[in-house]
């Protein structure tokens, strides 16, 4: 159909060829002016910035492809034109046909690279205050840095295939590289993963109080690819690999909640005056609850006898503290404030003692001696 409708003179030619490239020229321009319009549109109506992204990086490829549209086509008629003018352009057609479909998979690939950039953005900006924003942001950081390289890679050996190289060879050549690879760099790439997996769940955040079974114990610094950072109670720096991070058992004590409980356990003689015991732990867990910045102040102290002990009938005094450093502060102060107030009272805490049974027949020394 082509060739019957432009293999007429070199009038007729020329026009065909500038119709079609005026025309694509046309709709690009009408293309380029209405993206502002759909963009100002998409803002009025209040809708989701995304549209409005997703808008502004498609304008400038989908504009150029037009444009490559119309010069392709006006090349293409002028390969199928009889007219001696234009036997340069004879048998090229095919040529042309690559080229453009070259063109058009860098193009595409350019396209998918923006969206994406621009979705994952999108993804970060949306990201609630007091969330893992920091976190997210290095592994999103990460996913838009290698998803373009992915989206090229697979372009560049689909503009090799339609140029007419043979890419079977050179992707089987890949995929043995890649296995080599992967088995080379298998523990590295199991950190990687464990990283990813663990930025992802949103479980762990800079500042947290965490404690491995088994291992060590100490504030979350820095999440990475590879290793976790954690400053143990000794200030020491502590790398810990992401992989040993997902096996292991571990206790975050800032998860949902900083708050944590304290609790002292005590003695007292079988002598003392339980319910004079009790009065004074409470009040002296009251004052510390009043003078200690990190205690929690809307937490009444709580004491409860919880066994006959060897030496002292024991109880425990339970308090609540800010987070996993007060505890320390506030055990400390209350310790030392119920010894205090012990000694004062004359409530007296044993120490651990062995009361001996010696038979009436026979006498303290005489058993000392035998055991000697």
């Known amino acids: 159909m082509i060739p019957e409708l432009v293999t007429g003179d070199f009038g007729h030619g020329h026009l065909g060829v500038f119709g079609v490239a005026a025309l694509t020229l046309i709709v690009a321009i009408i293309t380029h002016l209405a993206f502002p319009i759909l963009i100002k549109i998409s803002q009025r109506n209040g809708r989701d910035a995304l549209d409005t ?17 119309g010069v392709f086509l006006s090349y293409f008629l002028m390969t199928k034109l009889t007219h001696p003018s234009f036997d340069f352009f004879d048998g090229h057609g095919t040529w042309a046909t690559r080229v453009w479909l070259v063109i058009t998979i860098i193009e595409v690939s ?30 999103l950081a990460q996913a838009r840095w290698f ?44 950190n990687v993963f464990s990283g990813a997996f663990m930025l992802t769940e949103g479980e762990l955040h800079q500042g947290d109080f965490i404690e491995l079974e088994g291992g060590p114990s100490g504030f979350v ?8 950072k954690i400053r143990d109670r000794f200030n020491n720096l502590i790398m810990i690999p992401n992989s040993k991070m997902m096996e292991s058992v571990m206790t975050n004590y800032y998860s949902d909640s900083r708050v944590m409980s304290v609790i002292v356990e005590c003695g ?12 004074v732990a409470l009040e002296v867990a009251s004052g510390v609850r ?20 060897e030496s002292n009938i024991d109880f425990i005094v339970s308090m609540q503290a800010e987070d996993r450093l007060g505890t320390f502060i506030v055990k400390h102060e209350l310790i030392k404030r119920l010894r205090t107030r012990f000694d004062c009272e004359g409530i007296e805490v044993n ?4 009361k001996l049974l010696v038979p009436q027949s026979q006498s303290l020394e005489k058993v ?3 055991d000697d």
Do not use: C, H
């Open 368 to 370: 000392i001696q035998e």
């Open 290 to 309: 009043e003078d200690v910045d990190v205690a929690i102040d809307d937490f009444d102290p709580v004491v409860r006898f919880t066994a006959f002990g």
């Open 110 to 139: 350019y396209l998918s690279s923006q969206i994406i950039q621009t979705l994952l953005a999108w993804y970060v900006e949306r990201l609630p205050e007091g969330t893992s924003s920091d976190l997210n942001n290095k592994l």
């Open 351 to 354: 120490y651990p003692v062995r």
């Open 53 to 69: 992204k997703i808008l502004e990086v498609s304008r400038g490829p989908v504009v150029l492809f037009l444009i490559t549209l």
């Open 147 to 190: 998803t373009p390289l992915i989206i090229y890679t697979l372009g560049a050996l689909m503009a090799l295939d339609t140029m007419g190289v043979a890419v079977t060879p050179l992707m089987a050549g890949l995929g043995i590289g890649g296995i080599a690879a992967a088995l080379a760099l298998q523990p590295t790439l199991s």
């Open 268 to 279: 007292v003689s079988y002598d003392s005056d339980l319910e004079k015991v009790e009065e």
């Open 221 to 228: 610094v820095e999440v990475s690819w590879r290793s976790t």
